[in-house]
């Protein structure tokens, strides 16, 4: 549904997507992840058109979103980073208003902007000005204008940013139940457990490019968890150690002659594996995301 390859972006010097390239099936969930600044806004203002790469290609659908943009980007719903709603109006008009560019029209549009601010726990203030709603609610009035009228591809950047679990599972719940009726979905947040929730595939971005691609268990299944074990002899300390094989660690120590209480494992998560990039991001030479003079 979305195949973006090879985009380049620079702002000046600053090399802002360097050969970034990812596909979204129909009903797949991407959870694009990556530091602050690895270019995953970036891109999805690339894709949503408010701006223009300086290499690459962008099919949406069977289009080509560079040179038909207006037609591609009607399969679009986007929540964008900042909320963009008009402040003075209800959330409920912010929809109609937006519904109405994507072609909705009478009776339709009005059901479907029923059914998306219940389904995201909106109703009870759908006829308040947004400008006089939470920051929570805004940003789901922000999600209910990317849903609305259900578009086959959904770019959603950070929409659970400082929610509440009430509101972030009503959000949850509806990327879902979107992605279970056929539509892509390419979803950026440094909330990595929402991404298991999602049992999204994972694009971890760094630098403006994908670097790794998958499901959670294989992009952790060589990092190390950790192993933790008590001892039955009170003066010897509790032990913890990395380990990627704890059969092998916990056989080892069992052929030292120590007695071990209690064991516990803690697999290697979505955050080791985050903080594997950082740390990777951070021994990256400064000049790598410029260009040349
Ligand atoms: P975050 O997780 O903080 O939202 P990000 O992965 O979305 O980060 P981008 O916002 O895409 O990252 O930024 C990628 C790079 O491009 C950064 O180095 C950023 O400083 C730079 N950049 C982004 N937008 C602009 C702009 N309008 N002008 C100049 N530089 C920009």
Known sequence: MLKADELVKYYGRRRALDGFTLTVAPGEIVGLIGHNGAGKTTFVEIVTGLVRP??????IGTHDALRSGRTARRLLGVA???????????ARENLRLLAGLAGLRGRRRDAEITAVLEELHLTAVADRAVGALSGGQRRRVQAATAMVGSPPLLLLDEPTAGADPHTRSALLAAVRARA????AVVYTTHYLPELVDLDAT???ARAGRVVARGTQ???TRDLPGELRVTFADPAEPELRTPTVDPGADLAALLAEGRTPASVDVR????DDLYQRLEATADERQPERHDAAA
Do not use: C, F, M
């Not at 300086?54 to 099919?59: N, P």
């Not at 279970?180 to 539509?183: M, Y």
């Not at 697999?267 to 979505?270: D, T």
């Open 217 to 219: 268990r294989e992009l």
């Open 180 to 183: 279970e009726a056929g539509a």
């Open 80 to 90: 964008p980073q900042e909320t963009a709603l008009y402040g003075s109006v209800s």
């Open 54 to 59: 300086d290499a690459g290609r962008i099919r």
């Open 202 to 204: 994972l694009a971890l």
């Open 267 to 270: 697999r290697p998560g979505l």
